[in-house]
């Protein structure tokens, strides 16, 4: 098959770059809410290995907003995303709510992996501040969450956005609530 014929063929409304493995790879996850069970069952960690592992989906606004889970440990989840068109301001650059909802994202995905099976969590807060443009040819960004405090009901993570090149784009923290298990 031809190299182009494996894109057109999986999303024949992208066009091909330099970066086609990268538009391959993304093609290639699944995009669902979590199954019940699965929440109630695993724990925060192994939950959202199983999205990195491809055994569950990842979450559906990864698949319109370009980013998704790549990493986690005890208390430190990862993200990676990437830029686009189709997140651009008005102004030409990347609307300022993609980092900041990489931040969220990933600091409750940084405190989730503290949980155990059955518990959830609610952001109550987050707030960012950018360093840098981020545009539409900045390309891959990489954001890294670890928790900074757990209380036995409010937990908060601190969060850094950088580009391929390690240049800090952006920095924040969030707090999330801590729920117990659903009934």
């Not at 699944?30 to 989906?57: C, F, M, N, W």
Request: net charge negative.
């Amino acid at each position: 098959m031809q190299p182009g014929a494996r894109l057109a063929a999986i999303a024949p409304s992208c066009v091909a770059t330099d970066r086609i493995e990268d538009v391959l790879a993304q093609k290639l996850h699944t995009y669902a809410t979590l199954p019940r069970e699965a929440v109630q069952t695993l724990p925060g960690r192994a939950l959202l290995q199983a999205i990195i592992d491809g055994e569950l989906p990842q979450a559906p606004i990864s698949e319109h907003i370009s980013f998704w889970l790549v990493e986690v440990g005890d208390g430190f989840a990862a993200f990676e995303g990437e830029t686009g068109p189709h997140l651009l301001n008005p102004a030409g650059t990347i609307h300022g709510g993609w980092a900041l909802t990489l931040i969220d994202s990933a600091c409750g995905c940084a405190a989730h992996t503290l949980l155990p099976a059955g518990v959830g969590y609610a952001t109550i807060e987050t707030k960012a501040n950018f360093t840098r443009a981020i545009r539409e040819n900045t390309g891959r960004v990489r954001c890294e969450a670890s928790v900074a405090g757990r209380g036995s009901q409010i937990m908060s993570a601190e969060a850094w956005v950088r580009d391929a090149a390690g240049e800090l784009l952006a920095h924040g923290t969030s707090s999330v609530m801590v729920f117990g298990p659903r009934r």
